[in-house]
């Protein structure tokens, strides 16, 4: 354990995870606020999602330049990027260099899981339970835990536990290092962590099986496309790049053309996604058309351009058909960045299996058996996702005001108020909570750390004995997050978008499909109006 050897503690703020959030959220109630911090942390390091995920291919797909923290321009200058999309090595080791600069890691307790947060009527304060046995007591609660990593899904597999090879999640990947040379290798699940491990694991493995549950649209990163050079000129105009970046659609540095796609010709959309796919990445996806999410005329122009990329690609038509999409609009589950993924494919040692085709009977201690019979496998991969968003939350016993349990309050379905605060769970908030927009997550992490920091600031100045989420507020909130949802042609479509993933889980949006740019006026009008749609309390 990082940190104090103290065991009960008495502090202002008690943050839950050591990652973007947590970290960033540590920095600015401590170091900017003065408040007496601890961050609890249930893996062995800080990092979050990039202490937890070291699979074959684990980068991300958000350009580096805009992954990162902007609150410090000596950071933004000192810390040099190897370029276009850092592998995970590289990201763990910059949260590293910031918990070193900024000398966090003394508020840190690592290898602590929280158990319990229960919130005290009598006087107003919450109490965590840890699995180190500690209770630590705190005014404000505020979560970091992720959107993911810390809520990994493993489906029900009959006979799973009988397998008598290696078997691993992406998401719990050992540290030192699996050796895959020489072996059958299988993955399950082809979303956007099963698209960055196959093709590293196929040039690995002696032969690479891939279940495939359903196709995924992706886009070519194009790594080429940022080096050195062009992270030095954006290091030099970064006050420009983050000032579209925080007001943008989606936390990127660019926004769409302002043209309708249906007012193009079909030369001038197809001359627009050819410079986009050649660019790479998110642009494509959130540069192009302004309707291009939003009208499934225009969505299916840009899903046509990708299906007929993934049979140009493929060699075999049997096996380009099964990886192309049909079954929802191209962006309606999470766009996908990828490398040398349908290229993967067209080598002898790569065999797709459609489940759709042939379900998965069992795992045997021999392999999986389809419907097809029996592939024998040393080593399976389960690349099966993640009880997003709710999952870090409902693993932990959240308890606020008269005894209401967290998970008994969305047993529907997840309510929020702007993603940051909970009804009848006072003076707790939820960095990036269901509800809150997605895309860059980092552009959003820090908006909501410096909103909450302010929340406190003020409620702490006015002497306030509690600020809590107005049930009628989080009310209007979540009719606006469904109607955003609605808008939107390639919204949730089935996936963890709104919890369809996981079996049983109610399905609700999970984020916020409106605009960066709009989500950050929301919040900036709800401060400057004295928290309007918050219930605050004076001190008694």
């Known amino acids: 354990m990082t940190g104090s050897n103290r065991t009960d503690l008495d502090v202002d ?20 606020l003065g408040l007496r911090t601890v961050v609890i942390e249930a893996a062995d390091g800080v990092g979050g999602t990039w202490y937890l995920n070291r699979y074959p291919g684990a980068r991300c797909d958000s350009e580096s330049y805009v992954y990162c923290y902007s609150f410090s321009e000596e950071l933004l200058q000192e810390w040099e990027w190897s370029g276009k ?7 763990l080791a910059y949260l590293e260099h910031v918990a070193d600069r900024f000398d966090l890691l003394r508020d840190v307790r690592l290898g602590t899981r929280v158990e319990a947060a229960r919130y005290q009527d009598a006087d ?57 040379a020489g072996r059958r290798v299988g993955v399950i699940g082809t979303g956007s962590t099963g698209v960055q491990a196959i093709p590293v694991i ?20 194009r790594h080429h496309t940022v080096d050195r050079a062009v992270l030095a000129e954006i290091r030099a105009d970064y006050d420009a790049i983050w000032a579209k970046a925080k007001w943008s ?19 001038e959309v197809r001359k627009t996604f050819e410079e986009l796919w050649d660019q790479g990445g998110f642009r494509f996806v959130f540069g192009s058309y302004r309707d291009l999410l939003t009208d499934i005329r225009a969505n299916d122009l840009a899903a046509d351009f990708v299906r007929e990329k993934i049979r140009e690609t493929v060699a075999d038509p049997d096996t380009a058909a099964k990886l192309t999409p049909t079954d929802h609009p191209f962006g309606g589950r999470r766009p996908i960045i990828d490398t040398d993924y349908f290229e993967t494919y067209n080598r002898d040692d790569v065999t797709l299996v459609d489940l759709r085709e042939s379900p998965i009977e069992e795992v045997t201690p021999r392999g999986i058996r389809t419907t097809a019979g029996e592939i024998e496998l040393d080593v399976l991969v389960l690349a099966t996702g993640f009880d997003a968003v709710t999952g870090p939350f409902t693993r932990i016993d959240i308890t606020g005001r008269d005894g209401l349990a967290l998970r008994d309050a969305w047993a529907d379905g997840p309510s929020t108020y702007l993603g940051l605060a909970v009804a009848g769970f006072p003076n707790m908030f939820t960095i990036t909570g269901p509800g809150a927009t997605f895309g860059n997550l980092p552009v959003s992490i820090e908006h909501h750390v ?3 920091a302010t929340c406190i600031e003020d409620t702490l100045r006015r002497d306030l004995a509690v600020v809590e989420a107005g049930y009628e507020a989080q009310q209007r909130w979540a009719d606006h997050v469904q109607a955003q949802a609605e808008r939107i ?18 399905r609700r949006p999970l984020f916020f499909f409106g605009s960066f740019g709009l989500y950050r006026r929301t919040c900036e009008d709800v401060a400057a109006n004295g928290y309007e749609g918050f219930d605050r309390q004076p001190a008694v």
């Open 13 to 32: 703020v008690v943050i839950v995870g050591a990652g973007f959030a947590g970290l960033y959220m540590l920095h600015r109630v401590r170091d900017v």
């Open 124 to 180: 107003g304060t919450w109490r965590v339970r840890t699995s180190a046995g500690d209770t630590v007591t705190a005014r404000f609660l505020v979560t970091g835990m992720g959107l993911l990593a810390a809520a990994p899904y493993t489906p029900d597999l009959p006979g799973l536990d009988t397998f008598a090879g290696e078997c691993h999640h992406t998401g719990r990947w050992p540290h030192e290092p699996v050796d895959l």
């Open 85 to 91: 999309y850092p592998r995970q090595p590289e990201i």
């Open 450 to 452: 410096e909103w909450i």
């Open 202 to 221: 196929a040039e690995q493995a002696a032969h690479l099986h891939v279940f495939q549950r359903s196709p995924q649209f992706t886009v070519p990163a």
């Open 249 to 267: 659609l989606s936390g990127f540095p660019w926004q769409h053309n302002g043209r309708s796609a249906l007012d193009a010709t079909p030369e």
């Open 489 to 506: 042609v390639a919204g949730p479509s089935g996936s963890w978008y709104d919890g369809a993933n996981i079996p049983g889980k109610a």
